[in-house]
DNA sequence: GAATAATAGTTGATTTTGTAACTAACAAGA
DNA sequence: TCTTGTTAGTTACAAAATCAACTATTATTC
C-alpha cells in the first residue's frame, strides 16, 4: 500500500462513510412522516408499507408485495394480520392455488391509503424542494441504483 | 384540489417516495459490510460507529458521540459496555466532572479500527465507483442535507 | 447553602425485528 | 401413485430497538 492511499484512509471519515450517511439521510428524512402514520393512523413502518402498496396496485399477493419491495415474508404477515384486525384489508382464499391469499384493501382502507398518500405526496415534495429538478430526479435515479432496483 | 393536482397524485409511487428510496438504498448498500463487521468482529451497527468515531477523533465522552451521529445515549451506553468487555476501549472517569467518563480505544481497538476502516473505504470506493466523481460528490451532499447535516 | 433543576450515563420493561422451524398446498419425476 | 421438492404464509423463540424511570453528579436559583 502506497503512502498516498495510506493519506486517503487517515482522512475517511464515518461521517462521508456511504452507508452511514444513507442510513442517516433516511433516518432523518422518514421522521416527520413517521410521526404522522404512527401517532395519527397507530400503524408501523412495514403497515403503511402494504397499505401504500395494495392502495396503488391493487390486489396483491403477501408475495407479490415482498417481491416489489423487498420486504420479508414474515413482517408483511404481521403487517397484513393487523390491517385485518383494523379492518383497513380483507384476504380471499385463492381457490386455483390455495395457498395463496388475495388482498385488498377495504372502503376504510382505501379512505386512510388516500388521506396518507395525499400526506406523503406533500412530504415528498417538500424534501425534493431542498434541491433543482434536475437533481432531485439524479438523486432518486443513484438511489434505485443503490438500492439494486434497476 | 385540481384535476391535474389529482392525476400527480394517482402518479405517486412508493417506489419512488424518497423516504423509502432512502431505506432501500441505506439497507441494501450497507448489507455486505455489515456481513464483515457482524460475522468477522461479532459487532452490531452502533459498535462499529463507536469504534469508528473513537478510531476517527480520538478520547470522545458517549455525550459526544451521540450528539455527533445522532445515537441515543441507551445504544451507546450498550455499545460502550460491549466494546470495553472485548477490551477495544477504556473508559477513564473524568476528575473535573464525575459523571463524565473519557472513552479511547485500546490497542486491540486500534487495530480492529484500522482494519474495519480499510474495509470500508474500499466498500465505499465501490459504491461511488457506479458514479461519475462529480455525480457522487452531489451525492453525499445532498444526503448530508437530508440528514440534517450541514 | 438548601432546594430545585439539569446533565451523563445506566437499567428494566415493552415493542419490534430477525431467524429458523413449521404447516398446508401444490408440482414434478420415478 | 408415491415420494421428494417447492412455494405461500404463519408461528415461536431469540436478538435488538425503544421508552421511561432511575442513580449519581454538577449547576442554578432563591
Given at each position: 500500500m502506497t503512502d498516498s492511499n495510506n493519506a486517503k484512509k487517515d482522512d475517511f471519515d464515518l461521517l462521508n462513510f456511504l452507508p452511514f450517511l444513507l442510513n442517516q439521510a433516511a433516518e432523518e428524512s422518514s421522521l416527520e412522516f413517521k410521526q404522522i402514520y404512527k401517532?395519527?393512523?397507530?400503524?408501523?413502518r412495514t403497515e403503511w408499507r402494504v397499505l401504500f402498496h395494495l392502495g396503488n396496485y391493487g390486489e396483491m399477493t403477501a408475495r407479490d408485495i415482498g417481491e416489489k419491495a423487498k420486504i420479508h415474508k414474515t413482517k408483511i404477515s404481521r403487517a397484513v394480520r393487523k390491517l385485518e384486525q383494523r379492518r383497513f384489508l380483507k384476504r380471499i382464499r385463492d381457490?386455483?392455488?390455495?395457498?395463496v391469499e388475495r388482498l385488498s384493501l377495504t372502503h376504510q382502507g382505501n379512505s386512510a391509503y388516500r388521506e396518507l398518500r395525499t400526506i406523503a405526496w406533500n412530504y415528498d415534495a417538500k424534501l425534493a424542494a431542498q434541491f433543482t429538478t434536475g437533481e432531485a430526479a439524479l438523486l432518486r435515479m443513484m438511489l434505485r441504483r443503490l438500492a439494486g432496483m434497476d
Open positions: 401517532n395519527r393512523y397507530g400503524m408501523l381457490e386455483n392455488d390455495r395457498r
